[in-house]
């Protein structure tokens, strides 16, 4: 299994066009560099009234395929 580190800050109404399905991905750079992109409907139960913001770990399979995603502070 892969982990990576990152950090999302969003504001409401950003968090609004991918929870409606406007953008089908969130794209993010992990702490070492790399660029990842992921289903954005995993971003869904984090969504506050004030957007998103926070520190996730995100953890992929060995086909690259999402397990989970978590946020950790």
Known sequence: M????FSIYLTYDECMKYYKGYYKYIQVTEDGGKTIRFPAVHIRKFVSSLGIRGRFRLCLDGQNGFVSLEKIA
Not at 2 to 5: A, M, N, R, V
């Open 2 to 5: 892969q982990e990576y580190f």
